[in-house]
């Protein structure tokens, strides 16, 4: 059964600041994994999604890459800004399962 | 194109009471899945529906059921309410099939349970 687990539980940086969030995840054979972000009392919103085929995505300042032999994925955010503050999750998902989520990373961007 | 809706946003009810939420999916989108967010246990799986059929359900007791219609809007239902049902309701769809990997959920802004 896929488990994912994300590091750190909660990140402050400053404005301006280039930042890594990390996903662990205990299955390789995953099959896609997507990332998101959540403001509080909200939905989530999709930021990207790595097929199992691919390595990176990128859109903007994101840049999400897949290691299945390490069973890692990092979200890269670029020139954070106060807006990027919120609860970024990552889910993945084996074939035939469902999204599996992990506890998120609660970001604070600081002006 | 609007997103996903979910109706009601926000619901309170009393333990042993009944609740029915209901989700819209983006116009077009076949999948359709629900999930519990509490603060103790994050993001819990609860249904999985791709036209009209289950294709995925998680650990979660019988009180806890779903459908999808054939405009692939969906219900869930939660019977005989308990207090530890109180969480954050959110429904997801995908324009793609469960199985495929291009299967990317949005998501709706959830109904907000409160049993009492």
């Known amino acids: 059964k896929q488990e994912v687990t994300q590091i750190p539980a909660a990140l402050s940086v400053p404005e301006g600041e280039n930042l890594v969030l990390n996903c662990s995840f205990t299955?390789?054979?995953?099959?896609?994994l997507q990332w998101f972000r959540q403001d509080p009392g909200k939905g989530l919103t999709s930021l990207l999604l790595?097929?199992?085929?691919?390595r990176e995505q990128t859109s903007g300042r994101l840049n999400a890459s897949l290691d299945k032999s390490s069973g890692r994925s990092t979200l890269y955010i670029a020139a954070s800004q106060p807006g990027d503050s919120a609860t970024y999750l990552c889910?993945?998902?084996?074939?035939?399962?469902?999204?599996?989520f992990g506890p998120g990373t609660r970001l604070s961007v600081l002006p | 194109k609007a997103g996903v809706t979910q109706t009601p946003r926000y619901l309170i009810k009393t333990r042993g009471q009944q609740v029915t939420l209901s989700c819209s999916p983006i116009?077009?989108?076949?999948?359709v899945s629900w999930y519990q967010q509490t603060p103790g246990q994050g993001l819990q799986f609860l249904f999985e529906?791709?036209?009209?059929?289950?294709?995925n359900k998680g650990n979660f007791p019988g009180r806890f059921s779903g459908r999808q219609f054939s405009n692939s809007r969906s219900e869930m239902n939660v019977s005989t309410l308990e207090l530890g049902d109180s969480a954050l309701y959110l429904c997801?769809?995908?324009?793609?099939?469960?199985?495929?990997?291009?299967?990317?959920?949005?998501f709706g802004p959830g109904t907000r349970l409160t049993v009492t």
């Open positions: 997801a769809s995908s324009l793609s099939d469960p199985r495929d990997t291009l299967y990317e959920q949005y």
């Open positions: 116009s077009g989108h076949r999948s």
């Open positions: 299955d390789s054979a995953i099959y896609n």
């Open positions: 790595i097929q199992s085929s691919q």
């Open positions: 529906y791709f036209s009209e059929t289950q294709r």
């Open positions: 889910a993945g998902r084996n074939y035939g399962q469902n999204f599996v």
